[in-house]
């Protein structure tokens, strides 16, 4: 026991120094944006004209819809025209998120200054900059390799269902910042990530939120943080993602509970996405209560 904790840390040891040296940042004045998405068609068109507007220079889509699920063609097609969406077909691979950002950031990270990994129910907010280039020029980065971003978290807003108009219009009072879940601490806790690009040491097999590696990382305000862990005490002053988390009942058991995660079982996932975790965040009332019945029975006769 003794041996293989000695060969662990010298192993540890060895990732961090080879990690701290040689590093060659690219200077291409590129950011790149990687996700991976399923039955996102009533959301991907407002997502991607945001982080197009936002001064990113290329999103990757991995599509895990299903085999004959729904297509992104069919609501951007014109960004995938012009080269600036790219759809990498995952379509019906299962608990594969994971090896989707390694594969992005493996194939892409020598085009890029920066390659950040969000989801798309998440939108980053800049509060003291104009776009994603100037965020990310800021000096207080120029000694770290990986930025974590907090959530700033979203409910239902007191709406039963999805009424056509685009996340930001609707969902616009966040949850009370100290709201939990699962965790003894804040969801807002939680992180995502934006990786300089062009370096070796690096690898996404592990978790979602962030790239397992010991380079240096820091928040927006350029305070130092653990780069393997993906929470941190949430802070909005310079920058944050609005995570529209559960949206409405409707969306959440035929849309989120219905797709499940990207990075876990099926079985795994049910667990997580019931209707009692939703109203774990959102005030649970009779009316929510007939509506999802009424959808429940609705699938059920299907």
Not at 72 to 91: A, G, L, P, S
Not at 130 to 159: A, P, R, S, T
Not at 211 to 223: L, S, T
Not at 237 to 259: F, M, N, P, Q
Request: glycine share 4%; aromatic share 16%; proline share 2%.
């Amino acid at each position: 026991m003794i041996k293989e904790l000695l060969k662990n840390t010298i192993w540890q040891w060895y990732q961090f120094i080879i990690s701290r040296v040689g590093i060659h940042y690219t200077h291409l004045n590129k950011v790149a944006l990687c996700c991976m998405g399923k039955c996102e068609n009533l959301y991907i068109r407002e997502w991607v004209e945001y982080y197009h507007d936002l001064g990113f220079d290329k999103i990757y889509i991995y599509d895990n819809n299903d085999i004959e699920g729904e297509k992104f063609d069919d609501v951007i097609k014109d960004f995938i025209d012009m080269n600036y969406c790219e759809i990498i077909d995952y379509r019906g691979k299962a608990c594969c998120q994971e090896e989707a950002y390694h594969d992005c950031y493996t194939k892409h990270k020598n085009e890029y200054d920066w390659i950040a990994v969000f989801d798309i129910d998440e939108f980053l907010t800049l509060r003291k900059h104009n776009n994603i280039h100037d965020f990310l020029n800021d000096k207080q980065f120029y000694n770290y390799q990986v930025i974590h971003i907090n959530w700033m978290c979203f409910g239902d807003n007191e709406m039963l269902d999805f009424d056509g108009r685009k996340c930001q219009d609707r969902f616009v009072t966040p949850l009370p910042y100290n709201i939990r879940r699962f965790k003894d601490f804040p969801e807002n806790n939680h992180i995502k990530s934006i990786v300089r690009g062009n370096l070796k040491h690096l690898n996404w097999r592990y978790i979602t939120h962030t790239p397992w590696c010991y380079y240096r990382c820091c928040n927006p305000q350029g305070i130092e943080c653990s780069v393997r862990s993906p929470y941190n005490p949430y802070n909005f002053d310079v920058a944050y993602l609005k995570h529209y988390y559960t949206k409405t009942i409707g969306e959440w058991i035929r849309i989120k509970a219905a797709r499940g995660y990207g990075d876990m079982d099926k079985e795994t996932a049910k667990k997580k996405l019931g209707i009692d975790v939703f109203f774990m965040l959102n005030k649970r009332t009779s009316e929510k209560e007939k509506y999802a019945k009424s959808i429940l029975k609705e699938i059920s006769n299907a």
